[in-house]
């Protein structure tokens, strides 16, 4: 009886640090999304069809935020055109061919700040390459920022698949390549639509690459092509801070509450197919 | 020593002074063994007796371990399998397997099938549905099945997954299918109807079977050949190797004093 009284204790301790766990994770996701809602509540007043539809007028006090919704939408398009195949590849190769080395490597870049990124993006493609500030210098750039989060995620979820499963396939008479890109792929499909969806989330958000490599200020036309330079969400909305202090305040919040709702909706869709992989 | 007599029966593999190492360590030591069409031969012994090593080097998938290597000869047909000339690719295709633990991929039963219909070039819808049912039928999985063929297999029960997995390897018709201890991870209703599966099977396919359970080797197989420490000690009729174990090893591993 005694070592029964004895576990109860024990269990009733237990039953205390995890209520304060509990809590503690509550007010940890209270936090956030309080922070969320700051971001987002303030700019939805100025939502509406000119704010989504216009360029900014009259030094930022009035127009739209249009060039900056598709110059994020075009830059991230083109990362991730340029990311998901390259990452999906990269991740397999690790995987399925035992470079443990260029692994390291790829562990070191996904740790590099995107600053550093925005850099090399300048020197190799804008100004190398001769891309100059523009559309196609920024995706690329954000592609390989992104690069290491999609191949190491490919990496570890092919990874996990057990030595079993592929001597199975081989049992059968399939050769690597269709064990990789017919067995393996499509075990692994939700966790690339994951990832890639988490990639796009933080392509869309990124700031200092793209002043370095694609954002412009201002501009007056729409790009005309993927050489010419755009604005951005992110970008617009340090050069409205940093620029314009309070009178373009309003273009400020709304512009943060855009680019907020878009990543909500894009983690909401990868947690969705991440639970739904589970 | 060897009285295996079958002067009625086709022989199909045979394995001549092979030894077979992982890196430094023979694991296989210059065996000698007869498979015969259509028969259910055990290769029984205690665990680490090389007899998983010896069955996984009879479609060659032990090459996929980087310090594997091999000496003498495995004849499949009267052609060695580690010849030069070799396509590992047939060969794996006719000399099927089913391993230890189910081994289901991770997508629906009837790509489970599929995958491996795919590979041998049969992709015509109609034909592809037609295996895969009379492949399901021949493993006893079909009644089961048969409205979920969508259904994630990793979501079948454990028994299940390794009937589907037996489906999978009859579906592109081998001659010869392996059997990796395949019931150790099963309990003991869903190994039951593996074993009578396995010895409807043979009517079929000739049969190598591992084991470390002498009641299942005297229960299906037809010849039994004991391994110890890398040896083939002895092999003859199932029957006549329980009754009438000739090596003091065996007899202490059929009294279960060793294992």
């Not at chain 1, 009178?247 to 969705?272: C, D, H, N, P, Q």
């Not at chain 2, 010896?54 to 060659?60: D, E, F, G, P």
């Amino acid at each position: 009886m005694n070592e029964l009284t004895m576990k109860s204790k024990a269990s009733k301790k237990n039953t205390r640090a995890n209520k304060i766990l509990r809590a503690l994770s509550y007010l940890v996701s209270a936090l956030i999304v309080l922070l969320f809602l700051m971001a987002l509540i303030p700019g939805l007043k100025y939502w509406n069809i000119q704010f989504f539809t216009q360029f900014p007028k009259d030094g930022m006090t009035a127009g739209g935020i249009f060039p900056a919704i598709l110059g994020s939408f075009l830059i991230t398009a083109v990362a991730l055109a340029i990311s998901i195949p390259l990452g999906i590849l990269l991740g397999v190769v690790l995987s399925e061919y035992n470079l443990e080395y260029i692994k390291f490597v790829v562990t070191i870049l996904s740790g590099i700040p995107s600053v550093v990124y925005g850099l090399f993006g300048l020197g190799l493609f804008c100004i190398t390459m001769g891309m100059r500030t523009s559309i196609l210098a920024g995706g690329l750039t954000l592609s390989l920022m992104v690069l290491p989060v999609i191949s190491s995620s490919v990496y570890e979820t092919m990874r996990s698949i057990p030595r079993e499963l592929r001597e199975a396939a081989y049992a059968l008479g399939a050769r690597k390549s269709e064990v990789i890109f017919e067995m393996l792929l499509p075990a692994v499909k939700k966790t690339i639509i994951t990832v890639s969806l988490v990639s796009a989330g933080r392509a869309i958000g990124e700031t200092a690459p793209l002043i370095l490599t694609a954002a412009v200020f201002y501009a007056t036309n729409l790009p005309r092509n993927l050489l010419s330079p755009a604005m951005t969400l992110p970008t617009h909305l340090y050069f409205l801070a940093a620029a314009y202090g309070q009178k373009a305040r309003w273009m400020a919040e709304g512009t943060a509450s855009i680019l907020i709702l878009f990543v909500i909706i894009v983690y909401t869709i990868a947690f969705a197919f991440r639970r739904e992989e589970k | 020593m060897n009285s295996m007599n079958s002067d009625f029966n086709e022989m199909v593999i045979e394995i001549k002074d092979f030894s077979a190492y992982y890196g430094p360590k023979k694991a296989v030591k210059n065996a000698n063994l007869k498979v015969y069409k259509n028969k259910i031969t055990a290769i029984m012994g205690p665990s680490g007796c090389g007899k998983s090593t010896l069955l996984r080097s009879i479609n060659r998938i032990n090459d996929l371990l980087p310090d594997f290597k091999v000496d003498g000869e495995i004849l499949f047909h009267g052609k060695n399998i580690y010849d030069k000339d070799i396509d590992i690719y047939t060969l794996r295709r006719r000399i099927g397997m089913v391993f230890q633990k189910p081994t289901p991929f991770p997508m629906s039963i009837y790509d489970n099938i599929a995958y491996g219909l795919k590979l041998i070039g049969i992709t015509d819808k109609k034909e592809v549905k037609e295996r895969v049912k009379w492949s399901l039928e021949k493993a006893a999985l079909w009644s089961e099945v048969k409205d979920e063929l969508e259904k994630n297999a990793t979501r079948l029960s454990g028994g299940q997954q390794q009937r589907l997995c037996i489906a999978r390897a009859i579906a592109i018709e081998p001659e010869v299918i392996l059997f990796d201890e395949p019931t150790s991870a099963l309990d003991p209703v869903a190994t039951q109807k593996i074993e009578s599966l396995i010895e409807e099977l043979a009517s079929e396919f000739t049969i190598i079977i591992v084991t470390h359970n002498i009641g299942q080797a005297s229960r299906i197989s037809d010849y039994t050949v004991f391994m110890y420490q890398g040896e083939i000690v002895e092999q003859n009729y199932t029957s006549e190797i329980l009754r009438n174990p000739q090596h003091e090893i065996t007899q202490q591993f059929l009294s279960g004093k060793i294992g």
